[in-house]
Structures are given as structure tokens and as C-alpha cells.
């Protein structure tokens, strides 16, 4: 079952704050955090596994709520270079990804 | 370093060719992956692997195939082609299970079928 983000897109301008939500209908025991740029492929942000530990980017943040499946990036006073498509991804054996949420940070 | 490396880079097939996408990594990662990627959309997995000789399906894999003789390898192998397969394919491998390490990606295969 893949993962369900929101919001589908979101525009800034630089130096603004989002937040991206990630939830599962299935017991998480990890999730996963990636960005594309268009014409790339993903790029690893950060992991956050059941306990608390977390993995990843200095200047990114992000939350793991294990009782409720839900994970949040929190992107703060946000770049140019953060525009993209964010995805979370949920890990098993294999790893499924949410449909994305597009951000653009305008000057 | 070269992580993932896939080929093609592109390639346009005609419907009910067949092909094989290529996919290496030389960081001796034991799980492998195949997404595919609509314009606009998010990634699919088609075909998994946790090491050498084990393959298993993910959410779309009619249509495809894929073999892991070796660590290194995992080829993609799509019979009669279709309009549907028009895509971007992704390639990724992790050191163990997806749970407890970051995933790396190959720079994509953009297929076309007309």
C-alpha cells in the first residue's frame, strides 16, 4: 500500500516555511524522505526509524509519529534550491513511495 | 565512484518489441529495485530483489520480468512492448533491507513505445 502525501504542491517565497505530511495505512517501521529535481533522479534526504533515530540532511527536519503512521518535513526559511518534488517512501522489504508533493520557492 | 549505472539513457520501441534495461551497481549492495515513473507522477515499484537468485514482484509488474544472477546486476526485461510502457525507469539498490538504509538511484531509462 503506498503512502499518502499532502499537500500535492506548494509555492513559496524564499526565505518562507512548509511542511510536507506523509501517512500510511500500515504499522511503520521507518520512512523514508527523497527529492527530484525535474529530469533527476530522487536524492536521499533523510530516514526516521521507529525509536527515534534518524538519518540524513543537517537543514532538513522531519517528525515520525509511530502511533499515528505519519511522518513531517519541516523546510524551513526555505531556498531557491529547495524546489522539487518531495517524496516519502515506507520500508519493508521493499519500498513504496507517496505520489509526491511538487514545492516551488519563488525569489 | 559509479553507484548505480543504468543504460540506456533513452531508447523508443516499437509495440510488441521486446528489450532489456541494464542495471549495475559496483557498491555491493544486496537489495535492488525497479520503479517506473509517469510524467507527473510518483514512482511505481515493478520488481524487487534482497540478493542474488530472490526476486519478487511489486505493485506493477505485468508486463515485465527481471533476473538477479549476480550482487552487481539486475536487468529489467520488458516483452511485447506497449503505449502503457512509455515511462521513465529508475533503477536503485541499498546496502540491506529498504527499513534501515537510504536507497541510491540510477540517472533513469526514458522509454518511449510507439
Known amino acids: 500500500q503506498q503512502p499518502v502525501q499532502s499537500p500535492q504542491a506548494v509555492i513559496l517565497r524564499e526565505g518562507e516555511d512548509a511542511v510536507i505530511n506523509c501517512s500510511s495505512s500500515?504499522?511503520?517501521?521507518?520512512v523514508h524522505w527523497y527529492r527530484q529535481k525535474h529530469g533527476e533522479a530522487p536524492v536521499f534526504l533523510m530516514i526516521?526509524?521507529?525509536?527515534?533515530e534518524q538519518k540524513g540532511h543537517d537543514k532538513i527536519s522531519a517528525s515520525f509519529n509511530e502511533k499515528k503512521q505519519q511522518s513531517s518535513l519541516y523546510l524551513t526559511a526555505s531556498q531557491l534550491s529547495y524546489s522539487g518534488t518531495y517524496f516519502c517512501g515506507t520500508a519493508y522489504n521493499d519500498m513504496r513511495f507517496g505520489a509526491g508533493t511538487r514545492l516551488t520557492v519563488k525569489p | 565512484n559509479a553507484g548505480v549505472t543504468q543504460t540506456p539513457k533513452f531508447r523508443i520501441l516499437k509495440i510488441g518489441q521486446s528489450m532489456t534495461l541494464q542495471c549495475t551497481q559496483d557498491m555491493n549492495h544486496n537489495y535492488m529495485y525497479w520503479y517506473r515513473q509517469d510524467p507527473g507522477m510518483g514512482l511505481k515499484l515493478i520488481y524487487y530483489s534482497v540478493g542474488a537468485g530472490i526476486t519478487d514482484k511489486g505493485e506493477v509488474p505485468n508486463g515485465y520480468n527481471v533476473s538477479r544472477s549476480t550482487t552487481e546486476d539486475f536487468p529489467l526485461r520488458l516483452e511485447l512492448a506497449a503505449p502503457s510502457q512509455t515511462s521513465v525507469y529508475f533503477c536503485a539498490s541499498s546496502y540491506s533491507g529498504a527499513p534501515n538504509t537510504e536507497a541510491f538511484f540510477g540517472q533513469g531509462t526514458r522509454l518511449t513505445v510507439v
Open positions: 500500515k504499522a511503520l517501521y521507518s
Open positions: 526516521l526509524l521507529k525509536g527515534g
